[in-house]
């Protein structure tokens, strides 16, 4: 019933891009604070971007500041992730999830998640 499906992933060259997506069902997305995290097997989750349900603010791990984008479509119920300038060090597993607020997503505490998509970057 409830439910959160990542897809977009894929194998891209350094400096390329690509747009993930996060479907949502059994509830309303916008009511929820959305956020993506990554993390691969043995490696510890990093928060890299959340978009607030109140106001809409969004907030981005410095590593990531300035090349990816976070975005909701209600009509959609999907929030987006626009991954630009990708670097090899951007490979991971990456994850949706949601929680009442993005402090809660930082810290990793989410009411949902997702199974994730895998994004390599490579030459």
């Known amino acids: 019933q409830v439910q959160l499906v990542e897809s977009g992933g894929g194998l891209v060259q350094p400096g390329g891009s690509l747009r993930l997506s996060c479907a949502a069902s059994?509830?309303?997305?916008?009511?929820?604070?959305s956020g993506w995290f990554r993390q691969g097997p043995g490696k510890e989750r990093e928060s890299i971007s959340c978009?607030?349900?109140?106001?809409?603010?969004?907030y981005y791990a410095d590593s990531v500041k300035g090349r990816f984008a976070i975005s909701r479509d209600n009509a959609k119920n999907t929030v987006y992730l626009e991954m630009n300038s990708l670097k090899p060090e951007d490979t991971d597993v990456y994850y949706c999830?949601?929680?009442?607020?993005?402090?809660?997503?930082?810290?990793?505490?989410?009411?949902?998640w997702g199974q994730g998509t895998q994004v390599t970057v490579s030459s």
């Open positions: 999830a949601v929680a009442p607020v993005c402090r809660d997503i930082d810290r990793g505490l989410f009411d949902y």
């Open positions: 059994g509830f309303a997305l916008d009511t929820y604070a």
């Open positions: 978009i607030s349900s109140s106001d809409g603010n969004t």
